[in-house]
C-alpha cells in the first residue's frame, strides 16, 4: 500500500545534540513538507520540497535543516539551535506542489528534551 | 492571530445529536480543506472545496464553503464515537504553502 512513514515513533533529545527524523514516501509525490504541531495549535510550516534537491523555509525554519536528495525522502534535522524542539512532528506530500492538492499525512514524530 | 479561525476550540456532544464546526479565514479562500486527527496521529484527509457555494458530503460528515463570507462550516449529522477527534481545516495560500486552523476538539459522550 501507498503512503508516508515516518520514524521513529518516538525520540528523545539531549541538550546539544542533532537529531534527524525520518520521512519515506511511496507515492510518487513531488512535493514533500515538514509540519511541526504543539498542544492547542495548528500545523506550522517548517521546510517544503518542489522537487529533488530544492526546498524551502516556511514559517518556523530557524533551528531546523532538510534534504532532499531523493524524490521519497525528506529527513529533518532538528538541531541544538532549536532551543523548544519538544512537540509533534508531521511529514506530508502532495502530488502537486501548493494549495490546489490534498496534501498526506504520516502518523508523526513525537519529540521530547531529556 | 490566527489566519485561520476554528470555532468552537473544543466540543463535547451526545451521541446521536448534530453538530457544526466553523472555519473562519482572515484571507480570500482559494481552497480549503478538511482533516481529521486523532490524538498522537497523523492527519486523514476528508474534503477539499474549491468554488464557492460548493458542499460536499462523505458518510455522516458535510463541509459547505460560503466564498463571500471567507468561512467553510462541518457538519455531522447523528454523530458516533468514530467522530470523535481533532477537526482541523487548511487552507491553499499561493504556490507552495498550507495554512491550518488551531483546530477544534470533539467528544462524543455515550
Known amino acids: 500500500d501507498g503512503g508516508i512513514t515516518q520514524s521513529p515513533k518516538y525520540l528523545f533529545r539531549k541538550e546539544g545534540q542533532n537529531v534527524t527524523l525520518s520521512c519515506e514516501q511511496n507515492?510518487?509525490?513531488?512535493?514533500m513538507y515538514w509540519y511541526r504541531q504543539d498542544p492547542g495549535q495548528g500545523l506550522r510550516l517548517i521546510y517544503y520540497?518542489?522537487?529533488?534537491?530544492?526546498?524551502q523555509k516556511g514559517d518556523i525554519a530557524e533551528g531546523y535543516s532538510v534534504s532532499r536528495e531523493k524524490k521519497e525522502s525528506f529527513p529533518l534535522t532538528v538541531t541544538s539551535a532549536q532551543k523548544n524542539p519538544t512537540a509533534f512532528y508531521l511529514c506530508?506530500?502532495?502530488?502537486?506542489?501548493?494549495?490546489?492538492?490534498?496534501?498526506?499525512f504520516g502518523d508523526g514524530t513525537r519529540l521530547s528534551i531529556l | 492571530s490566527q489566519e485561520l479561525e476554528q470555532s468552537p476550540q473544543s466540543l463535547i456532544v451526545q451521541e446521536g445529536k448534530n453538530l457544526t464546526i466553523n472555519c473562519t479565514s482572515s484571507?480570500?479562500?482559494?481552497?480549503l480543506y478538511w482533516y481529521k486527527q486523532k490524538y498522537g496521529e497523523g492527519l486523514i484527509f476528508l474534503m477539499m472545496?474549491?468554488?464557492?457555494?460548493e458542499e460536499k458530503s462523505h458518510e455522516k460528515i458535510t463541509a459547505k464553503l460560503d466564498e463571500k463570507k471567507q468561512q467553510s462550516s462541518l457538519h455531522i449529522t447523528a454523530s458516533q464515537p468514530s467522530h470523535a477527534g481533532i477537526y482541523l481545516c487548511?487552507?491553499?495560500?499561493?504556490?507552495?504553502?498550507?495554512?491550518f486552523g488551531q483546530g477544534t476538539r470533539l467528544t462524543i459522550n455515550p
Open positions: 484571507k480570500t479562500l482559494y481552497g
Open positions: 472545496l474549491q468554488k464557492g457555494g
Open positions: 487548511g487552507a491553499g495560500r499561493g504556490a507552495q504553502k498550507l495554512v
Open positions: 520540497s518542489q522537487i529533488v534537491n530544492d526546498f
Open positions: 506530508a506530500s502532495s502530488t502537486l506542489p501548493g494549495g490546489n492538492q490534498p496534501q498526506h
Open positions: 507515492l510518487n509525490h513531488d512535493a
